[in-house]
C-alpha cells in the first residue's frame, strides 16, 4: 500500500533560478536537435523519408503518451512520498510493453509491409525507452536535480543527430537510423539515468540524504517493485491523466493519419517539417515548467501559502514573457 512519511527535505535546495537555466539548457537543446534530426532526414534521404518516420512517430506517440499515465508529472509532485521510484519503474514499463504490442496489431492490421512495418516498431521500442527514461527524469525532478535530466536530454539529443546523420550519409537508410535513435536512447537510459539515479540514492549530491523516498530505495537497490496493490493504486490515480495526454496528442497526429491515407508519405513529410516549430514550441513552454512543479507541491503540502503564491506568479511571469516574445521577434 502507499508509502506516507511526515518528513520533507530539511537541508536546502538546488537554486531555482539553476534548475530553471537547465530546464531552458537542456529543453532548448533537445527541441533543436530533434528538428536537426528531421533535415539530416530531407537533406540525406527524401520528403517519402520524413513521411515514414513521422507516420511511425504518429502512431506511436498516442499510445506511448497513454502508457506513460503522466507518471514522470505525478512522481515529481508528490511530496507525501506515497510512492516511490521503484512503483513508477515497474508500472511504466507493463504498460508501455503493453502498448508495443497493440503498436504491432496496428501494423498488422494496416498492412505497412516488413520494412515500414520494423521502422514503426523500432520508433515504438525508442518511444517505451523515452517513457522509462521519464520515470528517472520524475525522480531527479522530485529530488530538484535538474541538471541530471537536463543532461540527459542533450546527451540523447546530440548523440541522436550525430548517429543519424552517419547513417543517412553511409546507406540513406531509415531503418538504420531508427535502430541507431532506440539505441541511443537505450544507452544513455542505461549508462546515465539509471547511474544518476543510483548516485542520487547513494547520497553522492548534498541534500537528499534525508529523503524519505530515497531511504526507501537505499536497500533494496533500484529495480520495479511488483506490488500488484501499489500498480493498481498508482494506475487508477493517473489513468485520467494518461488518457488526456493521448487524446491531445490524437489532436496534432489526426491530420497526419489523414494525409498518409489520402495524399501520400512525401505530403505528410513536407507538412510535418514544416509544422515542427509549433510543436518544438508548445512542448518546450510545457516541459520549462518542470522546474517549478516539485517546488509548488512543497509548498503546498507545507502550507506555505505565501510562498507558493509568489512562486506561481514567477511562473506565471515567465509563461507571459515567452509568450511575449515571439511577437516581437
Known amino acids: 500500500m502507499p508509502r506516507n512519511s511526515a518528513n520533507l527535505f530539511p537541508i536546502p535546495y538546488p537554486s531555482l533560478l539553476g534548475n530553471f537555466a537547465w530546464t531552458l539548457t537542456g529543453n532548448a537543446v533537445y527541441g533543436a536537435c530533434q528538428w536537426a534530426i528531421l533535415i539530416v532526414f530531407s537533406k540525406f534521404g527524401s520528403p517519402e523519408i520524413v513521411g515514414e518516420f513521422v507516420l511511425g512517430l504518429a ?26 521510484l521503484e512503483d513508477y519503474l515497474a508500472l511504466v514499463l507493463l504498460t508501455s510493453l503493453i502498448s508495443l504490442v497493440f503498436i504491432a496489431g496496428i501494423v ?16 515504438g521500442a525508442f518511444k517505451l525507452f523515452e517513457n522509462v527514461s521519464f520515470v528517472f527524469y520524475g525522480f531527479f525532478q522530485k529530488t530538484e536535480r535538474m541538471s541530471f535530466f537536463s ?7 546530440v548523440l541522436s543527430v550525430l548517429l543519424v546523420a552517419i547513417s543517412m550519409y553511409s546507406n540513406g537508410s531509415l531503418l538504420w537510423s531508427v535502430v541507431f ?3 541511443v536512447w537505450g544507452a544513455v537510459l542505461i549508462a546515465y539515468d539509471i547511474r544518476g539515479a543510483r548516485k542520487i540514492v547513494a547520497g553522492d549530491n548534498p541534500g537528499t540524504g534525508s529523503n524519505p523516498e530515497i531511504r526507501s530505495i537505499r536497500s533494496d537497490g533500484i ?3 511488483w506490488d500488484v496493490p501499489v500498480l493498481k493504486d498508482i494506475f487508477t490515480l493517473c489513468a485520467p491523466l494518461g488518457m488526456a495526454s493521448a487524446i491531445a496528442s490524437l489532436d496534432v497526429n489526426i491530420p497526419r493519419y489523414l494525409m498518409e491515407r489520402h495524399l501520400n508519405l512525401s505530403a505528410l513529410g ?3 517539417a514544416m509544422a515542427y516549430m509549433v510543436v518544438i514550441g508548445g512542448r518546450f513552454v510545457v516541459t520549462l515548467m518542470h522546474a517549478f512543479m516539485p517546488r509548488l507541491a512543497r509548498y503546498y503540502l507545507e502550507k506555505r501559502k505565501s510562498a507558493f503564491i509568489k512562486l506561481l506568479g514567477k511562473q506565471v511571469f515567465v509563461i507571459l514573457l515567452l509568450a511575449w516574445i515571439p511577437t516581437k521577434a
Open 270 to 272: 513536407i507538412f510535418s
Open 181 to 183: 535513435l532506440a539505441g
Open 223 to 225: 529495480r520495479p517493485n
Open 108 to 123: 498488422w492490421l494496416a498492412g505497412y509491409g516488413l520494412r515500414l512495418g520494423a521502422i514503426i516498431l523500432l520508433i
Open 59 to 84: 502512431i506511436c506517440t498516442p499510445l506511448m503518451m497513454l502508457a506513460h499515465l503522466e507518471l514522470r508529472s505525478v512522481e515529481a509532485t508528490d511530496a507525501r512520498h506515497q510512492y516511490n
Open 151 to 157: 543532461t540527459s536530454l542533450i546527451l540523447k539529443g
